[in-house]
């Protein structure tokens, strides 16, 4: 896509420099523009709702690239009639617009897969969404150390998991699993690495009223040592 509208602004500068070789177009150019604008269009829509689906930045670049030639088609189509007109200067204006538009959906597809080939964190919005999902997991009392990266259309998280120091090994892995099944279930991530960091219950005193009550107060809890 940046090539070929690097080529057309090149092309579009050159005729702009010779005038006088600018042709009058016909009318069958108008309907092939028009028709051309409607199934462009109708393409976008389709491939667009497809790579949503299957979460495919391909297909979506794809669908991108027919919504450029359906504006395209449009501009195009403003620059033949402006070429009917009496003014021959239009269409060669026209291509360079459209030019832009190209080089510009282009560049902005490069430098999104640029960056996911260095392996670049998600945004923020995905960050916390992946959070929220570990956090809401039973037995899941703080989450730190969480750290993505895409890879391609995917996502490769690792993370550190606090739970009740107290509980068995398979309790704790038990914990860690549904974790990683509610992320994976909800965001298009390829694995979740989990680490267990156990947390023991902080002392502190017990208030009278619980004592009274007879209920059962619930300690705040406090990273175990580690050795």
């Known amino acids: 896509l940046l090539i070929v509208g690097v080529a057309m602004l090149w092309n579009a500068f050159t005729r702009l420099q010779q005038p006088a070789t600018i042709r009058t177009v016909g009318v069958t150019a108008l309907a092939v523009a028009i ?31 027919a919504r450029s030639d359906a504006a395209s088609s449009l501009v195009v189509a403003a620059g033949i009639i402006a ?10 204006l026209a291509a360079l617009i459209v030019g832009i538009m190209i080089a510009r959906v282009g560049a902005k597809f490069f430098l999104a897969a640029f960056n996911d080939l260095m392996d670049r964190a998600v945004d923020a919005q995905v960050e916390a969404r992946i959070r929220a999902h570990l956090s809401s997991t039973p037995g899941v009392l703080g989450v730190h150390g ?12 690792e993370v550190d998991l606090e739970m009740d120091a107290s509980l068995t090994i398979a309790q704790g892995h038990a914990i860690a699993e549904e974790a990683r099944k509610r992320v994976m279930e909800h965001e298009p991530v390829l694995d979740v690495m989990t680490h267990f960091d156990p947390v023991w219950p902080r002392p502190g005193p017990v208030r009278v009223e619980e004592q009274e009550d007879g209920g059962d107060l619930k300690p705040p809890l406090q990273p175990a040592a580690r050795h």
């Open 146 to 157: 969480l750290k993505t990266r895409k890879m391609g259309d995917m996502i490769w998280v």
């Open 83 to 92: 070429n009917l007109s009496g003014f021959p200067l239009a269409d060669p």
């Open 35 to 65: 028709l051309a604008l409607c199934v462009k269009e109708l393409l976008f829509r389709y491939m667009l709702h497809v790579a949503r689906r299957l979460r495919s930045s391909l297909l979506a670049a794809n669908a991108w690239h």
